[in-house]
């Protein structure tokens, strides 16, 4: 059996008929019969049940298919990374990140691969957490930023250090305080109006029942850049990531950091999981790797 065999084989199970496979193959229909049942003999299974119209993949047939789809998949990608081996990077990278990575993490890790890198573009995808693991999957994206958790059994991923939780009000609009310290305990938050993304919904929930009292949700969002200018307008008290108040720069705004018990988030840079990368994201992946360290 040979990777032709494969090939047709799959082709004949996509169009449903011998006939109709050798009109995609280009070949003539005797031919391509001959070789299945010489396929057939070789394994000594029935691949196909023949009908008048329509063939019908047996069991055996089945389990052919599955391991040639992978065989044939694994070829492709050997093929690429092989021609790809040692000749520099060009090309494209794609990647998908959520909102405040784009301003926090990525402008310098960027910067330093088109250092060395001066030859690829980027295409960039903007969204939150779910929307990026969608591209992904899609194979939109190549690489992605996004909050953890992250299903490791469908992404690899590389974490980054945890960062706190915070709340962002404008300044004069809540009785905790202006300056006057840096943290605010979590038991402060009850009965305050607040503002949060919907990823911390459930952790910032299950905290302030721990704490003896329900939080009083104003307001959840997909995006942090509209908690941070509601807070800036006075509207409620956002509770975001401390990186994302670098989105909405404003004299106004106040932050402090939530502790008593701290609520803390974190990056991370997936893919995924044994799906081909170009040598361009895997360079990234280097390079992104080298600088965590």
Known sequence: MNLQ????????????????????LHIAQPPLSRQMKQLEAQLGVQLFERGRRRIKVTEAGNLLRHRAEQILELTTNTIRELKEFDTGVRGTLSIGAVTSSWVTLLPDLIHTFRDRYPHVRFRLREGESRRITELLDKGIVDLGMVRVPVDTEVYESIELPKEPLIIAFRSGYSSLGD???????????????????????????EHCHQAGFTPEILCESDDVLPLL?????????????????????????????????????????????????????????????????
Do not use: C
């Open 5 to 24: 065999d494969m090939q047709y084989f799959l082709a004949i199970i996509e169009e449903g008929s011998i006939t109709a496979a050798a009109k995609r």
């Open 179 to 205: 300056g006057d310290k840096p943290e605010v305990n979590l038991a402060e938050l009850a009965g305050k109006p607040l503002m949060i993304h919907r990823k911390y919904k459930h952790m910032l929930t």
């Open 229 to 293: 200018a509601w807070a800036t307008a006075a509207i409620g008290i956002a509770v975001v990531p401390r990186s994302a108040v670098s989105l909405v720069p404003s004299a106004d705004l106040l932050t402090k950091v939530i502790v008593n018990p701290a609520l803390e988030t974190a990056a991370a840079l997936i893919w995924v999981r044994n799906r081909f990368l170009s040598a361009t994201a895997r360079h990234f992946l280097s390079l992104f790797t080298s600088l965590q360290g």
